[in-house]
């Protein structure tokens, strides 16, 4: 369905003449939703005024989606801990000392009932997220049959198992699997300082085994981990670049967590994390862009800025893998608060 941008009635007729007119009231701003974006146009975006900024956000996402619906995902950590690789963000990897003690796999029956509180909880889709550097066969067998169990729910699907091997996404295809995460993270020029178990090339295979097998692509990053303005302009030029464009993307702040190597990073303006997600709704105009890690701590306003700013899927529940997420009732509160309301599922398990 398309939602045609209105000109808002508060605006005066005398701002046709202001400078800034075309760019806001523009069905195509500045240049088409089609063109590529190259990291200096991005970062062209970043620097508009944050008025001009949001109102063009908001003008493309109404062409493309209700602007009062949030999608509600919820994630569990299916395989906590003892990940081989460095990332510097998280709490998960064996390199760092955060006091996360390593799980092996849940059982069938547990995943099952946490998807089904997810459901009666309002959830539509269910994440489904293990600490390996990939999956051996025995592990994508059982993944599989999770995958199976929570689609047997009504329940879209999500998994994020790390970097696939050669016919692994086929398997994973074949059990019905609607969407799979693996986040590019950061920009191309700053993905060395955060993580050197592998690279930004080894990130891309997968996407690519994901996106040939005909899964739905989930891929997003993190801000605030220490990177410029022009970085987080590179990883949306990145993204958008995709081809097609991820149908999801997650827009994760930081959570500095203790014993990693980024527990003490300075923490991002709330209101360059604001722009991020404007930026990311106007280069990724018809994906979901996902309000993801940060909210525990991030006030409502901020939050409802983000809404306004072209966010339209939210984590539902208290924990996001390892991390704190806003309670299932305080974002019943907020959404009441702010007129929005959850969408329904696109996938096939509606």
Known sequence: MQ???????????????????????SPTPVQSETTRWSVERVTALFEQPF????????????RHFDPNAVQISTLLSIKTGGCPENCGYCSQSAHHQTGVAREALMSRERVLDAAGKAKRAGATRFCMGAAWRGPNAKDLADVIELVKGVRELGLE??????????????????AGLDYYNHNLDTARDFYGAI??????????????????????????????????????AAL???LAALDPPPESVPINMLVPIAGTPLAQTERLDPLEFVRTIAVARIALPTSMVRLSAGRAT??????????????????????????????????REMFERLGLHPSAAHGAAQ
């Open 3 to 25: 939602y045609a941008a209105q000109r808002p009635a508060w605006l005066p007729s005398e701002e046709r003449c202001s400078p800034h007119y075309e760019l806001m009231t």
């Open 51 to 62: 008025n001009d900024l949001l109102y063009r956000a908001q003008s493309v996402h109404r």
């Open 157 to 174: 699907t999500c998994v994020t198992l790390g970097m696939l091997r050669p016919g692994q996404a086929e398997q994973l295809k074949e």
């Open 195 to 232: 993580v050197t178990t592998h690279d930004y090339q080894d990130r891309l295979d997968t996407l690519e085994r994901v996106r040939k097998a005909g899964i739905k692509v989930c891929c997003g990053g993190i801000v605030g981990m220490g990177e410029s303005r022009t970085q987080r």
């Open 236 to 238: 949306i030029a990145e």
């Open 298 to 331: 991030m006030p409502d306003a901020v939050q409802a800025l983000c809404f306004l700013a072209g966010a339209n899927s939210i984590f539902y529940g208290d924990r996001l893998l390892t991390t704190g997420n806003p309670s299932t009732d305080s974002d």
